[in-house]
C-alpha cells in the first residue's frame, strides 16, 4: 500500500470516531490534577509518620527519661554508716592492761573493786572503788591513780556509803559522793548525801571540799 492509500485510509477511520468537545478535555486535566494532589498527599502523611517532631527551634524533640528513684537499700546502707559511725569505740589494749594494773593493786591491799568501770584510761586522774574482802560492813575507799601510779586513798577510814558521781568529775577532777548519817538514821542506810571534789596537782591530790568527819560517814553494827 503507497502513502496515499494510507493517508486516505487514516482519514476515514479519523471520520468514524465521534468528535469530542472542550469539556471533555478540561475533564481530563481536573482528572490528572486530583490524582497528583491524592499522591502528594499520601507521601506527606507518611513522611508525617516516620520523621521525628520537631521543635520551634528545628530540633528534635525527645522525651525525658524519668528520673531514677534511689532504692531502699541505699538508705538502709547510709543508716548503717550512721550508726557505725555514732557507736563508741571500746578500750585499747593497753587501756585494758593499765585498768587491770589498777584492779590488782586494790585487791594487793585486801580490797575488791565495786564497779571496773568506774575506772577511765582516758582520764588524767582515775579512781576505783573498793571494799575489804570478806567483811560486807567494813564501808568503802576510794583508790586513785595518776595514769599508771598509785596516789592513795581518799581518807584513812572507810565509809559506809561511796560512790564516783559523773557531775564534776573531768580528766583531772573526780567528784566523789558520801553517805552521810543524821540523828535516828539505822545502821548502813545513811540517808544525807555530800559531793566532794579531788583535784589532781602534780603527783598528789588534793580535796577541793571538806571530807565529812568519820562518825558521820560509817556505822557498824555492834553485837
Known sequence: MDASARRVRSERDRRRLPE????????RRLAGLLATAVFLGVGF?????????????????VEAAPAATPTKASKTKKSDRKTKAGKPKGLTKAQKAARAAAVKQVRSQGFTTLSAADYNPKATLRVLIGRPVGDAGGGYQAFFFAKDAYLGKDALSPSTYLRVSKKGTSKSTVTLTYGVYAPGDPTGEPSGRKRVRFQLEGQAIHALDTIPLQTARLQRATG
Not at 469530542?20 to 475533564?27: I, K, L
Request: aromatic share 8%; glycine share 12%; charged share 20%.
Open 45 to 61: 502523611a507518611s513522611a508525617q509518620m516516620i520523621l521525628p517532631d520537631t521543635g520551634k527551634d528545628g530540633s528534635a524533640a
Open 20 to 27: 469530542r468537545g472542550p469539556w471533555a478535555r478540561w475533564t
